[in-house]
């Protein structure tokens, strides 16, 4: 069944590393949201596109945060430099715009990054 | 920004008997509301939304209530079983018309417990 697929799914890297997720939208999908997941500020939002461009990123420190999407198939989620304050779970969620009939977001399985 | 609010952040409750998990919302504005159950090391799951032209919605052993004028909006579950046991979410947004919801505003979780 079509399902989101995000990798890495873990990763541990050094404070200073960049870091590069990525994640692949539901075929026919046209928009792509990121999610990052922290004990103490839950499911908050990053970012997110539709059709390929981004409609918010205010969530995002713009800094050190970066996300694209080179084409409808692959979304990235890039941190340079990363710090430790950065371990979280990254999800990736896709859906579309197109059934006015559903506004369901499909999420990914999730990035555990490590900052150390 | 919209802000979302859930309580209990735990529950436990006997097997077979009914939980009910809250949600309040600040922004008038929201029009959608979903809310998902996430087991440990998975991405959170859809498992019922409701718009704000309607004012309760069921699925099997799953319900969920709007009150607009109140902004609270509620998730019943009836004969609860051991799988129910997981973390659940309360979130909102804004659907646009046309079709296509915002990023979601996520409320901090309650993990609902089981017990045999």
């Known amino acids: 069944d079509a399902r989101v697929t995000q990798t890495p799914r873990d990763k541990v890297t050094e404070m200073g590393q960049e870091v590069t997720m990525r994640c692949q939208p539901i075929l026919g999908h046209n928009t792509v949201f990121w999610y990052r997941q922290t004990m103490m500020q839950g499911l908050e939002l990053l970012a997110y596109?539709?059709?390929?461009?981004?409609?918010?990123d205010s969530g995002m420190p713009k800094d050190r945060f970066s996300a694209e999407m080179p084409d409808a198939t692959l979304a990235t989620l890039k941190i340079q430099p990363s710090e430790p304050r950065d371990s979280a779970v990254y999800f990736c969620?896709?859906?579309?715009?197109?059934?006015?009939?559903?506004?369901?977001?499909?999420f990914g399985p999730g990035t555990r990054l490590t900052v150390l | 920004g919209e802000n979302v609010e859930q309580h209990p952040s735990t529950l436990s409750v006997q097997e077979g008997d009914s939980a009910v998990i809250k949600c309040t919302y600040s922004d008038s504005a929201s029009n959608y509301f979903p809310w998902y159950k996430q087991e440990l090391g998975k991405g959170p799951q859809l498992i019922i939304d409701i718009r704000s032209n309607v004012g309760e919605k069921k699925d099997q052993r799953i319900a969920v209530t709007l009150n607009k004028t109140a902004k609270h909006f509620s998730l019943h579950i009836t004969e609860t079983q051991p799988e129910d046991s997981a973390v659940y979410f309360c979130?909102?947004?804004?659907?646009?018309?046309?079709?296509?919801?915002?990023?979601?505003?996520f409320g901090k979780g309650t993990h609902l417990i089981i017990q045999p």
């Open positions: 979130a909102a947004s804004i659907r646009r018309r046309g079709g296509g919801a915002d990023g979601l505003t």
């Open positions: 596109f539709r059709n390929r461009a981004p409609l918010d």
């Open positions: 969620a896709s859906g579309t715009d197109r059934d006015r009939g559903t506004d369901t977001q499909y």
